[in-house]
């Protein structure tokens, strides 16, 4: 893959990132709720280090990039995607969430599965890793509020 191809690709996850961040923070900002507020203040953070983290790949070599899988639990594939609401609810706000990193992490999958070589492939299945365990994480968090164990 040329040099040129890989930042074209790593810029278009840039911007997928301040889109994330975006979204994170306009929810932060209309959210009633503190605990959903502060949760979406975080992930507004996040998003933020990872635009930072991927900005510093432009000027590396794309083979450099090494995101660990995160177990994709599938925990919120099938559950109904909540509407955007000042009034959403904490787990609704978790559910919206899980739905944003599972778009972008399918998006980078089907992306890797239609390059035509291996380094092409090779980033677009890292950066769908990347999005993979933010999902897992997401669902961790939707799991323990969702399901939480009583002793």
Do not use: C
């Not at 794309?62 to 995160?70: E, H, L, N, Y």
């Not at 365990?133 to 399901?147: C, G, P, Q, V, W």
């Amino acid at each position: 893959m040329k040099a040129e191809d890989a930042k074209k690709i790593i810029s278009t996850a840039i911007d997928r990132e301040v889109e994330a961040y975006t979204f994170y923070k306009s929810v932060a900002d209309k959210a009633k709720n503190k605990a959903l507020k502060d949760l979406f203040a975080e992930l507004a953070g996040e998003e933020k280090k990872h635009r930072e983290f991927l900005q510093a790949f432009l000027s590396k070599d794309v083979k450099q990039m090494k995101f660990t899988a995160g177990h994709d639990y599938k925990v919120g594939d099938a559950l109904p995607t909540p509407d955007l609401t000042p009034d959403l609810k904490p787990l609704e706000g978790i559910v919206l969430a899980i739905k944003k990193e599972l778009d972008a992490m399918q998006m980078y999958t089907q992306l890797a599965a239609a390059a035509a070589d291996v380094e092409t492939q090779l980033l677009f299945n890292q950066l769908a890793n990347m999005e993979r365990s933010h999902k897992a994480r997401l669902e961790d968090i939707y799991t323990n509020m969702a399901f939480p164990e009583t002793w």
